[in-house]
């Protein structure tokens, strides 16, 4: 856990070490202290929505604009990783709150960069009242694709790693429960394919389509 993480570093900063050393375990601090932070705001932020009913917005949101907010919200974490993201596609307006679906897109972006491989590129798809992420990693073993999205449950990165916090589709399913949604994931080999899928009875037949 990021507790732990700095407690070890804090611990190994009280000796005398060489400068090296003590410029890496202080990274150590800092990385861990932003992932701590991270874990903090998701946890907050889905203990504020498991407390909320079911989302009734006056005003009709586009999905496309959703979408474009989060693709600019990830795009300098996917330069890092010299990841590309697209977006194409014909998109919905409906009964949705803005902040929250650009939240569930958001996620899925995060998620699919972090199991993405550099030179790689991770799709935004729009599908009228559906959204697709799509990207070219690994995939999920079929073993915990029932179990993804549940909170703290993580699958290993593609580098070995489990830097998760479990907590990203936990979100993204409750943002989707409130706006009578769902969320789907698909195997695509190679990629994992994530879909907000809003279109319930109540949701189908809501504005009309924008184009890219």
């Known amino acids: 856990s990021p507790v732990a993480a700095l ?30 932070q991270r874990l903090i705001d998701r946890l907050l932020e889905l203990s504020k929505l498991e407390q909320r009913p079911l989302v009734h917005p006056a005003v009709s949101v586009s999905l496309r604009a959703c979408a474009q907010a989060a693709l600019a919200q990830a795009q300098a974490r996917a330069q890092l990783r010299a990841i590309t993201l697209s977006c194409t596609g014909d998109a919905a307006t409906g009964p949705w709150e803005a902040e929250l679906v650009t939240l569930a897109i958001g996620n899925l972006l995060d998620n699919a960069i972090d199991f993405s491989a550099p030179g790689q590129t991770v799709r935004v798809e729009l599908d009228g009242t559906r959204v697709h992420v799509q990207d070219l990693g690994p995939g999920v073993p079929d073993y ?51 879909t907000l899928d809003f279109t319930p009875a109540s949701h189908t037949s809501h504005g009309a389509h924008t184009t890219t």
């Open 7 to 36: 407690r070890g570093a804090g611990e190994l900063l009280q000796d005398d070490l060489p400068a090296a050393d003590r410029q890496a375990f202080a990274r150590q601090v800092v990385e861990q202290s932003e992932r701590l």
């Open 144 to 194: 915990a694709l029932a179990r993804v999205g549940e909170r703290f449950y993580t699958t290993a990165r593609p580098d070995g790693a489990r830097s998760g916090s479990g907590l990203g589709l936990a979100i993204v399913r409750r943002i989707m429960t409130l706006h009578g949604g769902q969320l789907q994931l698909v195997n695509t080999a190679p990629g994992l394919r994530a």
